[in-house]
């Protein structure tokens, strides 16, 4: 394999997703209409953000160097159809501009938290992919009275013990050469406000993976929003450190003597980190149940 494709696909696998456009792009549907969309400012930055369908408002993360439409575009587009999907792009990627601080999992938590503030949005839930489901872990941390249940799908707590090896080291490797031409690079320059950042936002992930070093589990163990895990069973992050944060949030337990826990754990069967958004067929199912159902008592 050559040296530009395994460091693309690692920093792919490590919440730098890399789909195929047409894999990415959110399908129309007959009853689908344009989103409303628009810019919020929070702490400096111009985020930009779109609402799709209409219903209890579920807030959509993506994952590090994605926009809202790749991956994920036919995730949002199911959700949407019984769900108020306020999909948004976190600092630097696709419609919002960079702005002069590093990408930080703490700016990213105070950022969304302020959107939703900005938004009037009654305690939504979260739903997050990779960089995504690890700011909805943030946010349960720190804004746990703003949001209602949340979804990290294929979400490290932890980069050094979440990823496996290979996914680790590219992750923290990647450049912007070594992802000139992919997919990924095209749909950022096909929104981008400023195309010629792109190198820039690649150097800030790098960035972000090599400084990053986890939530402390204390925090974790302190969590009371209701949370699902998902991870796929051929995913970037290994199986073990699922199970893990799920201990953490109070889950595998014997629920015959217990009862069942607010956390649980959802495994996609075949699903990659590549891949897992597209698994809608398994994710829906998994999801959408799980949201509506009513948090267990004494949670």
Excluded: C
């Excluded at 979804?151 to 490290?156: A, C, D, E, K, Q």
């Excluded at 014997?254 to 009862?259: A, E, K, L, P």
């Amino acid at each position: 394999m050559q040296r530009r494709t395994f460091l693309a696909g690692t920093a792919a696998t490590a919440g730098l997703a890399l789909t195929q456009p047409v894999a990415g792009r959110m399908q129309a549907t007959p009853e689908s209409t344009a989103p409303e969309s628009g810019y919020a400012p929070v702490n400096g930055l111009e985020m930009y953000y779109e609402i799709h369908g209409e219903g209890e408002p579920l807030v959509l993360l993506h994952g590090g160097l994605a926009t809202i439409e790749s991956p994920g575009g036919q995730l949002l587009a199911e959700l949407a159809r019984t769900r108020q999907v306020i999909a948004v792009e976190q600092q630097a990627h696709g419609h919002t501009a960079d702005i002069d601080r590093p990408i930080t999992y703490d700016a990213m938590v105070d950022d969304t938290a302020a959107l939703i503030d900005y938004l009037g949005l009654d305690r939504p839930d979260v739903v997050g992919f990779s960089m995504g489901g690890t700011t909805a872990l943030g946010m349960a941390i720190r804004y746990p009275d703003t949001i209602g249940k949340i979804v990290p799908i294929s979400s490290p707590f932890n980069n050094d013990l979440g990823f496996r090896p290979e996914n680790l080291e590219g992750s923290r490797s990647v450049t912007a050469e070594a992802l000139a031409g992919t997919p990924l690079e095209q749909v950022y320059l096909d929104v981008a406000p400023n195309p010629e950042d792109f190198p820039a936002l690649v150097e800030k992930i790098a960035e972000l993976n090599q400084t990053w070093k986890g939530y402390d589990p204390d925090d974790l163990r302190e969590i009371t929003t209701p949370t699902l895990v998902i991870v796929g069973d051929a995913d970037a992050i290994e199986l073990d450190h699922a199970i893990e944060l799920l201990r953490l949030l109070g889950g595998d337990v014997n629920g015959d003597f217990v009862g069942v826990p607010a956390s649980q754990l959802g495994i996609v069967p075949g699903a990659t980190h590549f891949g897992i958004l597209s698994r809608t067929d398994v994710l829906l199912p998994m999801i959408l149940p799980w949201l509506d159902a009513p948090v267990p008592e004494g949670t």
